[in-house]
C-alpha cells in the first residue's frame, strides 16, 4: 500500500501531450522535462509539492485530466471534470527573490500572453491573477510555497485553463468561458500546455536576467482594471469601496478611497 504521502504513480504520457513536448523540448529547457500525467488525481498542486519536497528538479510539471479536489484561491474549489480543463502545475525554485507573491503575477504574464498567442483572444488579468475575456473567467492560477526557516524552498504554481465548454455548476455558470466555447472550433491541448510552459519559462528566465521591472510594466498593460476600477473588499464590520489605482512593486492592489490609498496584499476584491 502507497502512503498516504506519497503520490499515485503517473501513467504513460497521452500520445497528444507526448508529440507536442516533443516538438516544443528546445524551447522548454528545464519546463516539462520531468513529466507526469494522470488521468484523476486528487489536485496537482499536492502532487506537484510532494514531488517537490523529495527533491524534484525545477520544470517538474504534473498534469492531470480530472481533479477530485482542485483547489482554488481563497480556500474554494477549482471546478476539475475531466476532458474540460487543462489541469497543470510546474514546481519553480525561485530562491530568495522576488518573493513568491510576485512569481504568481509573472506566471500570470506567461499565461495570458501564451493564451493570447495560441488563440488570438483579448486575454486581459484581473488581480491579482485570474485571466479573463471580458467579465468572463478563462484560466485560473494557484502558486503555493514551501518554505524554512523563512527561505523559500519551491513554489508549486498550478494553474487550471478553461479548454471546453462544459455545463458548469451554478455557482459559476456566466462568469467562466472556455477556449474552445469562445473560438468555435476545437483547440488541441497539447499547443496550449506547450505554449504555457514555454512562457513560463521564458518569463523566469528573464525575471533573473533582469528583475521584475519589465515584468511587471507588461502585467500593467494587461491588466487595464488595475486603474479607474471601481472595487470593493470586506473590512471588519463592513465593506469598503474605492478605485484601482494600479500595483506597487510588490504586486500589491492600490485603490484609493475618500481616505487616501489602501494597498491590499491579499483576500477578495469584488469589481463592480
Ligand atoms: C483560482 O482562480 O482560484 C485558482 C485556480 C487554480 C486551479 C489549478 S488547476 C491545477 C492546479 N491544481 C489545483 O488544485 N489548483 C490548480
Given amino acids: 500500500m502507497p502512503r498516504e504521502s506519497e503520490p499515485p504513480a503517473s501513467l504513460a504520457v497521452p500520445g497528444d501531450l507526448d508529440a507536442a513536448l516533443a516538438g516544443a523540448r528546445r524551447r522548454l529547457g528545464v519546463f516539462g522535462r520531468d513529466f507526469h500525467h494522470f488521468e484523476t488525481v486528487g489536485s496537482t498542486n499536492d502532487v506537484a509539492n510532494r514531488l517537490a519536497l523529495s527533491g524534484a528538479p525545477e520544470g517538474t510539471t504534473v498534469v492531470a485530466d480530472a481533479q477530485?479536489?482542485?483547489?482554488?484561491?481563497?480556500?474554494?474549489?477549482?471546478?476539475?471534470?475531466s476532458g474540460?480543463?487543462?489541469?497543470?502545475?510546474?514546481?519553480?525554485?525561485?530562491?530568495?527573490?522576488p518573493s513568491p507573491a510576485l512569481w504568481t503575477l509573472v506566471a500570470g504574464v506567461g499565461l495570458a500572453e501564451a493564451l493570447r498567442r495560441v488563440?488570438?483572444?483579448?486575454?486581459?488579468?484581473?488581480?491579482?491573477?485570474?485571466?479573463?475575456?471580458?467579465?468572463?473567467?478563462?484560466?485560473?492560477i494557484l502558486a503555493e510555497g514551501s518554505a524554512s526557516r523563512?527561505?523559500?524552498?519551491?513554489?508549486?504554481?498550478?494553474?487550471?485553463?478553461?479548454?471546453?465548454?462544459?455545463?458548469?455548476?451554478?455557482?459559476?455558470?456566466?462568469?467562466a468561458t472556455s477556449l474552445e466555447g469562445e473560438l468555435g472550433r476545437p483547440v488541441e491541448r497539447g499547443i496550449v500546455l506547450t505554449a504555457s510552459l514555454e512562457a513560463l519559462a521564458t518569463h523566469i528566465e528573464d525575471v533573473r536576467n533582469s528583475g521584475v521591472g519589465p515584468i511587471l510594466d507588461r502585467w500593467r498593460a494587461l491588466a487595464p482594471s488595475s486603474i479607474g476600477s471601481q472595487v470593493e473588499w470586506r473590512i471588519p464590520g463592513g465593506v469598503q469601496r474605492g478605485t484601482t489605482a494600479g500595483i506597487d512593486q510588490d504586486g500589491a492592489l492600490l485603490v484609493g478611497?475618500?481616505?487616501?490609498?489602501?494597498?491590499?496584499?491579499?483576500?477578495?476584491?469584488?469589481?463592480l
Fill in 119 to 140: 488563440s488570438g483572444l483579448d486575454v486581459r488579468i484581473k488581480w491579482p491573477n485570474d485571466l479573463v475575456l471580458g467579465r468572463k473567467k478563462i484560466c485560473g
Fill in 68 to 81: 477530485t479536489a482542485g483547489r482554488g484561491r481563497m480556500g474554494r474549489t477549482w471546478y476539475s471534470p
Fill in 150 to 175: 523563512g527561505a523559500t524552498r519551491h513554489v508549486v504554481v498550478g494553474f487550471g485553463i478553461n479548454l471546453r465548454p462544459v455545463a458548469y455548476p451554478a455557482d459559476l455558470s456566466g462568469r
Fill in 257 to 271: 478611497t475618500g481616505g487616501g490609498i489602501e494597498r491590499i496584499v491579499a483576500g477578495e476584491v469584488r469589481w
Fill in 84 to 97: 474540460a480543463g487543462l489541469y497543470v502545475s510546474v514546481v519553480l525554485r525561485p530562491g530568495p527573490t
